[in-house]
Structures are given as structure tokens and as C-alpha cells.
């Protein structure tokens, strides 16, 4: 797989195409959870970084940048609950097909969608103790990159934590392996096409400003981390 030696900067996914498939995007966000669930660990994240970062004494902020269809914020609410922490949770996507399909869901204490890009918010002084992110790196350009880093600087009061795919031979196969019955979606192909593109751990070091920290999850994972 000498296609993964390096980035693929000029792999578009589907998703993110204006022209897509409706009903196959929809699928696609309806089949996050699934995929989110097997492959993302954030529930190892939430115990290990983001619940010893709350108060029990007031209620908390977090801030979900990139939110897609929403199932890892509506999982941080369910979570943050059954631990007996109040926290309220802004999740925002700029695309309005995913706020669209967001908000369709039931709804979810303590939870809010909304349509905007990070730097809104900071133009806004808005503060959150924790802002998080999933699967959101491998798609932005360098300066993009840069400018979500300075936001999360400012909007996160305590932490910051972007979890995103990291580009191994072995995860892809696995991943193409795995995704081939979840039909009628762009699940697989756009997953494949995130790998791609997505980083390797010292990749994403070199890249990084000081005060982030890049870990490496288990399976085939990056964690972008910074302690206020």
C-alpha cells in the first residue's frame, strides 16, 4: 500500500461534495454511531480526560466543533448524566446538511445544535471549559488547521482534545474490511478516503503549535491534547 507512504491532500470525500447523494448522506450519519462506537474509543476519552476535568460543584460547558450527525456529543451528554455531572454541551457544523440531521434527532438533555464555524464563537468571546472534536483534522488545510487551534486556545478555558484516524496500512485494510455490510452509505468509501488523508503521530507533531500534545490511541488513533 504504497499509496499511504504519505498524505493524500486531493481526496475529496463524498460527503462533503454539495451534490451528494441526500439519502446516502443521511444513511451515512445515521451509521456514525456504529462506526464511532467501534472505532473511536470516546468513551476511554471521556473517563481518562474529560470527566476529571469537571466540576461536581456547577454546571460545565463543552463545545463540539464539527459535529456531523452529533452522536459523539449526544454520547457525552448521556454520559456526563449517568456520572451525575451537569454539563451543557454546544455542538456546531457548518454544514447545514449535518445540523439539518442533528437536530432531527430526539432530543438530548442538555444539548444544542448549531450552524457555525469555530471563529464565530470566538468573535463572540464565548468560553467553554472543554472543547473536543472527532474526525475533524484529516480534513482541513494547513491554515484551517492553524486557525482551529488558536480557537480551541481561546474557547477552551481547561482543555482541548481533537481525536481524529491515523493513516496505517493495517488499519485500512481492517477498516475496508469491516464496513463492507453497512451498505448504501458513504461510510466506507469516505472512511477510506479519511485515512488517506488523515496523519500520521510525528506528522501531526511537526505541524502542531507548543502547548499541544499528540498521543497515539488505540486502534490506529491520534489525540491532539491541550491543558489549559
Known amino acids: 500500500m504504497a499509496f499511504l507512504a504519505s498524505r493524500n491532500l486531493t481526496a475529496i470525500e463524498e460527503m462533503d461534495k454539495p451534490d451528494c447523494d441526500p439519502a446516502k448522506l443521511d444513511r451515512t450519519y445515521a451509521q456514525f454511531p456504529l462506526v464511532n462506537r467501534s472505532v473511536a474509543g470516546w468513551h476511554r476519552t471521556w473517563a481518562h480526560y474529560i470527566r476529571p476535568v469537571l466540576s461536581t460543584a456547577r454546571t460545565n460547558t463543552l463545545l463540539d466543533v464539527g459535529s456531523g450527525g452529533g452522536d459523539v456529543p449526544r454520547a457525552l451528554a448521556r454520559w456526563a448524566a449517568r456520572d451525575g455531572f451537569r454539563l451543557e454541551i454546544t455542538a456546531i457544523d457548518p454544514d447545514e446538511r449535518a445540523n439539518a440531521f442533528a437536530s432531527s434527532r430526539p432530543r438530548t438533555p442538555g444539548l444544542r ?116
Open 113 to 228: 445544535y448549531r450552524r457555525a464555524f469555530s471563529s464565530e464563537l470566538v468573535a463572540e468571546g464565548a468560553q467553554f471549559d472543554v472543547v473536543t472534536s472527532n474526525h475533524v483534522l484529516h480534513h482541513l488545510s494547513p491554515d484551517e488547521l492553524s486557525g482551529l487551534l488558536s480557537d480551541s486556545e481561546k474557547l477552551g478555558t481547561r482543555l482541548a482534545l481533537h481525536s481524529d484516524l491515523s493513516r496505517t496500512r493495517v488499519g485500512f485494510a481492517l477498516f475496508s474490511v469491516a464496513t463492507l455490510p453497512l451498505p448504501g452509505s458513504y461510510i466506507r468509501e469516505d472512511g477510506l478516503t479519511s485515512i488517506r488523508r488523515s496523519y500520521l503521530a510525528d506528522e501531526l507533531r511537526a505541524v502542531v503549535p507548543p502547548g499541544w500534545r499528540v498521543e497515539r490511541q488505540v486502534p490506529f488513533r491520534n489525540l491532539l491534547v491541550r491543558r489549559a
